[in-house]
């Protein structure tokens, strides 16, 4: 089972530049994180963009489409900021049918202490090899049908609607 | 749907004695792993023990299985060590059929850098909420049937028989 | 040898939250960084706020230093956003005769990866135990007098000047 | 002001080795970790061997005097086991007169949750420039002279005699 990972950012990518004192990207951490968890799942990555997902706009969703439709994979991952990862995901499921599309992301970046990240990427890693056709959230330990989910701002965790 | 967490010990759980130099048990990290998670799967943990998996006996398989049986849940996560993985997968299949059990463990202890602990647990965690009733292993970023896999000891690696 | 530790927030203390995505101040590190340590060293740690120092006025430089002179400490430690750093340790210098003062920061968090934090502290600690009565700036692995460093804004480190 | 650093391993280099489930050495951290302080002190770093100290014989403290002996530099940090710390340290101070010589190692491997390595090299590094000659120790945030030291191997800490 070949299974594509889409990288367009999120909190999970986010780095501490030391010199602004600011959050931002500079490289994804993915294959990183897949080295580390000793996957042997046979992935293959590549990166969109990296954004943040309050920045992402519709053109941005429908590059994010483009490539799960011209993608040769049947199974597909995708990193997404969490503020907008319900939006993206309804619009994806107007128009792929045929494939198994999961997103995830983190509420701490990778590079920071105690992050949730490399968790969260075993959670969707292990949805998108068992999941039906469809399009799916994985976050806080669950996975998430993509019409039934949203994101509670104020806790931080998806839930279901 | 509530999972219940069986925990023995293994590499996952291991931390570094620092009077004695040595790598040993004091606690178990599996629910600190699952607040860092952010999990809000319904799950409920009982240490069983805490063993080096080359150390457990039969009489501590029995221990496990009788766990599992005694269980109200149907979904049964077990935290493993490595080299007897298999073993007790096997032991545990042939008496167990109308629940959906997974073991997993990891390479590297939770305590230490560069751990694969977080990352299994997610990939182990989605795969007790995904599969059918049956026996699993969850390592390497995959979930293998208890009969069709094996330990490749040179290599550190889970993979198919 | 009893020192004083007097904590004003920078980049040391900051953490990120993650609802906002930001980073700002909760609480101060340094106690469990001399824990961390083991330090058997006799300090006693007072928090006076925690700022950017980009946003420490006067004022906030009037309150250290009345702090320092009131301290019946010999010896004092002062965390201090890198940025003004050196303008605070003149401010200092200019008032107190009879103390050994060591200030010092981070360029990264405490609670990011690859943080310099836990370095800078020891190397502090160990120059406000060895140094004779003045105000110097411990960053880089090294001990400045307070009139011949500056930060290079350009590198994120102190030099000579 | 050069300083020369002597790496004999002990606790501070300890890696997890995730085939044998055993603590080794591989390589050294000093570098990494002086990297990561982003230490601008003139270094010159050597690795002479890496031993847990209870295995260093009277052959490897003679090497270690003769690199001592040889050196350009008037300033050496040596990083050791903490066990045997003392006896070296004394045996160090037998012979050497016109240098400055600070031993320091960790209770806690670099590479292990919570180590206190990168704490006590800032220590040890700031004590080097800053002593006279002589032979110490610098541990748990203090620089104790080489015969006024010990270990107490209950609490894990050095003491004053």
């Known amino acids: 089972m070949k299974i594509k990972v889409l990288i367009t950012g999120g909190t999970i990518d986010k780095v501490y530049k030391e010199l602004s004192g600011e959050l931002a990207f500079i490289e994804t951490h993915i294959i990183e994180m897949f080295n580390r968890g000793r996957s042997m799942a046979d992935t293959l990555s590549e990166v969109l963009f990296l954004k943040d997902s309050l920045e992402m706009t519709d053109s941005d969703r429908q590059f994010i489409l ?19 990862m319900v939006e993206t995901a309804n619009y994806l499921a107007k128009n792929i049918k045929n494939k198994t ?6 509420m701490i970046p990778y590079s920071i202490d105690n992050s949730d990240s490399l968790f969260n990427l075993g959670v969707a890693l292990s949805a998108v090899q068992l999941k039906d056709h469809g399009v799916y959230i994985a976050m806080n330990g669950q996975v998430f049908d993509f019409d039934k989910v949203q994101k509670d701002k104020g806790l931080g965790i998806f839930t279901n609607t």
Chains 1, 2, 3, 4 share one sequence.
């Open 66 to 84: 483009d490539k799960c439709q011209s993608s040769q994979e049947e199974y597909i991952l995708i990193t997404h900021g969490t503020d907008t």
């Open 101 to 106: 599309v999961v997103l995830f992301g983190s």
